[in-house]
């Protein structure tokens, strides 16, 4: 096989590559453990003489265990490369969302155990209680400012609230969980009684708000702006690959230090008067090289409409390589590659990259107009060139319901029928998030265990 990289397949990368995976969540369970051990060891259910005191026991576990839940959360999506390269964004983003609810019902939790705990031994009413915490009890104002912002970012997840956002103003109330975990850390330290009671303890949280603290700091921020600023990134070239796509090579000195490969993507911001404030997810449209990096992005909202008409010269901060829906991720010899509409532009890059014997690699290329499809062409020469079976699929969804087959068949026999290996194969799948789905399903039907599907889903 031809790579600059040696090429490793088999059972025992899949089971390195699982190992990693669980000592991933064994740390985070660890985390969580660790905060609840530490509390019962320093005496957290001592002396539980009346309600209040059982109150306050309650208050104080909720609080620790929720406050790790949180920061957790923040590490999960920083979009840190040793979380991305284990598991990826989106099983990170999955991970994130899934911690949500437990973090929120924990903090909100906290907040009324200890607000009931200490209007019971005050003899004030929950109200009045609470005016005389925020007004008379120093960091309890802002803790209060980190409940309400916390609310405001749990509803914003909520899919009906989601789906009437745009992404920007979803992602900046997003960005408000910074100020939740923020606000929360003065009465923590200042406050926790738990946190203070043993120089383990405080030890313990101290780590943990820095860890993630230095990860978002050096990763989200500091690296992505380092690494764009001594790249002199720019456009330098666009071309346009069909009717509602562009491609946009960016360039830009020692571009090899990203340490992209085929089938990841950057948040890439375009710095010009409409777009500076806008960073959107775009995978790599061909190999990498050390002085260009190419995106191939359709027009499909605001944002990207605007990008098609960016002028040659304009500046770009890149913030990646994400994802894992790359070649690392092959444990078998034979590869099929799907990819539908403008999910094509990894599988175009994968399909120049990818390691293997002519034959190895079939690409399945789902398209509503052969005739007006981005990359297709340079699909048809990449695949003579490297030997590689190249099957367009075209047309609009059949009205049989299928997503492939325009017959009697079922997609999972018509796709076995065009590619007899697929049981036995790696597929990576990238398009629309529904039609990804309903290839996945032909792909289980099909035997493909869940281990050799791999997916980059454009969705957030
Ligand atoms: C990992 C990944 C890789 C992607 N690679 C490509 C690519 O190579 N080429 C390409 O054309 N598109 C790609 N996309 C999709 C692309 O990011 C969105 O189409 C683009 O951000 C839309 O921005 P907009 O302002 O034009 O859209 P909007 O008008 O804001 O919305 C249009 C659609 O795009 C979605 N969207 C908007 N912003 C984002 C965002 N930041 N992240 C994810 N989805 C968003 C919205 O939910 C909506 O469905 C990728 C998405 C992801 C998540």
């Known amino acids: 096989m031809k790579s600059a990289e040696p090429l490793v397949l088999g059972p025992k990368k899949l089971l390195r590559r699982q190992r990693r995976v669980e000592l991933l969540q064994s740390l ?74 437990p973090a929120f019902y924990l903090i909100l939790g906290h907040f009324a155990f200890s607000l009931t705990s200490w209007a019971i031994s005050d003899g004030r009413n929950v109200l009045a209680e609470l005016w005389w915490m925020v007004t008379s009890v120093t960091d309890l104002l802002t803790a209060t400012l980190s409940i309400l912002l916390m609310v405001l970012v749990v509803l914003s997840s909520f899919r009906f609230v989601r789906s009437r956002l745009n992404y920007e103003s979803w992602f900046i109330t997003h960005l408000l969980s910074y100020a939740v975990v923020g606000f929360s850390i003065p009465h923590i330290f200042s406050m926790g009684s738990d946190v203070v009671a043993s120089i383990w303890h405080l030890a313990f949280w ?47 000195r020692k571009l090899n230090k990203f340490g992209a490969h085929a089938g990841q993507f950057f948040q890439v911001r375009f710095l010009t008067k409409d777009l500076w404030f806008q960073a959107h997810p775009f995978s790599i449209s061909s190999k990498p090289t050390d002085k260009v990096l ?27 390589p994400y994802g894992v829906f790359t070649q690392h991720s092959r444990t078998r010899r034979n590869v099929l590659l799907i990819g539908a509409g403008i999910g094509i532009p990894p599988i175009r890059a994968l399909a120049e990259e990818l390691a293997g014997t002519p034959g190895d690699v079939s690409i399945l290329y789902r398209t509503r107009d052969e005739e007006d499809s981005a990359l297709l062409t340079e699909l048809r020469d990449i695949s003579r060139r490297r030997g ?66 791999h997916t980059e889903e454009y969705a957030w």
């Not at 959360?73 to 989106?90: E, K």
């Not at 990207?304 to 990646?320: A, I």
């Open 388 to 453: 590689h079976r190249l099957l367009v699929a075209s047309g609009s969804r059949p009205a049989n319901g299928n997503w492939l087959s325009r017959t009697a068949l079922s997609d999972a026999q018509t796709l076995s029928g065009h590619f007899p290996h697929v049981a036995s194969s790696d597929v990576y799948v990238c398009g629309p998030q529904p039609l990804t789905e309903a290839i996945e399903k032909t792909l289980r039907e099909l035997g493909v265990a869940e281990d050799h599907i």
């Open 206 to 252: 101290t780590f943990l708000y820095l860890f993630a603290g230095l990860n978002i700091l050096v990763f989200r921020l500091l690296l992505p702006i380092w690494n764009s600023a001594t790249s002199s990134l720019r456009v330098v070239m666009v071309k346009r690959e069909s009717s509602d796509s562009i491609s946009i090579y960016i360039g830009g």
């Open 294 to 320: 190419r995106f191939t992005i359709g027009d499909r909202g605001d944002g990207s409409s605007l990008m098609q008409k960016v002028p040659v010269g304009t500046r770009v901060l890149l913030e990646g």
């Open 28 to 101: 985070g369970y660890v985390t969580v453990v660790a905060t609840l051990a530490m509390f019962l060891l320093d005496g957290g259910l001592a002396n539980l003489s009346d309600l209040p005191s059982w109150l306050d026991a309650l208050s104080r576990a909720t609080s620790l265990v929720g406050n790790a839940l949180l920061i957790l959360m923040l590490l999960l999506t920083a979009r840190v490369p040793w979380i991305d390269r284990i598991v990826g964004q989106d099983r990170a983003t999955e991970a994130h969302k899934q911690l949500g609810k």
